[in-house]
Nanobody, 123 residues
C-alpha cells in the first residue's frame, strides 16, 4: 500500500512561487503515474497536473499551463509541483495522488491520495 506525504504549501503573495513535494513509500515508485489535484472551498476537486511513470508524458489543466511544472525524481521517490506566477484563484488544498496500476497509459486514473497541503495566494 502506497503512502503519500505532501509538503511545501504555505502563504504567498500573488506573482510568487512555491514548490510542492510529495514523498511516496510502500511500493516501487517508478512504476506508477503520479498527479496533483486541488480543491478550493465550495468547488469540486480538479486534476491540476499529472506525470507518467516514465516522465515522458504530462498533463496540465488549462488554467495552470505555462505557470506550473510537474516533475519526478524516481531515485528519491518524490514528485514535485513547481508553481510560478501564482494567482489568488490558485488558493486551494493541493493533494498528491498515485495511480493504482503500474505502467498505465491513463493520466486521469488515480486511487491513492495524500493528506493535502494548503496553498494560499494573497492579492
Amino acid at each position: 500500500q502506497v503512502q503519500l506525504v505532501e509538503s511545501g504549501g504555505g502563504l504567498v503573495q500573488a506573482g510568487g512561487s512555491l514548490r510542492l513535494s510529495c514523498a511516496a513509500s510502500g511500493r516501487t515508485f517508478s512504476m506508477y503515474n503520479m498527479g496533483w489535484f486541488r480543491q478550493a472551498p465550495g468547488k469540486e476537486r480538479e486534476r491540476v497536473a499529472a506525470i507518467s511513470w516514465s516522465a515522458q508524458s504530462t498533463y496540465y489543466v488549462d488554467s495552470v499551463k505555462g505557470r506550473f511544472t510537474i516533475s519526478r525524481d524516481n531515485a528519491k521517490n518524490t514528485v514535485y509541483l513547481q508553481m510560478n506566477s501564482l494567482k489568488p484563484e490558485d488558493t486551494a488544498v493541493y493533494t498528491c495522488a498515485a495511480a493504482m496500476r503500474p505502467y498505465s497509459l491513463d493520466l486521469s486514473g488515480f486511487g491513492a491520495w495524500g493528506q493535502g497541503t494548503q496553498v494560499t495566494v494573497s492579492s
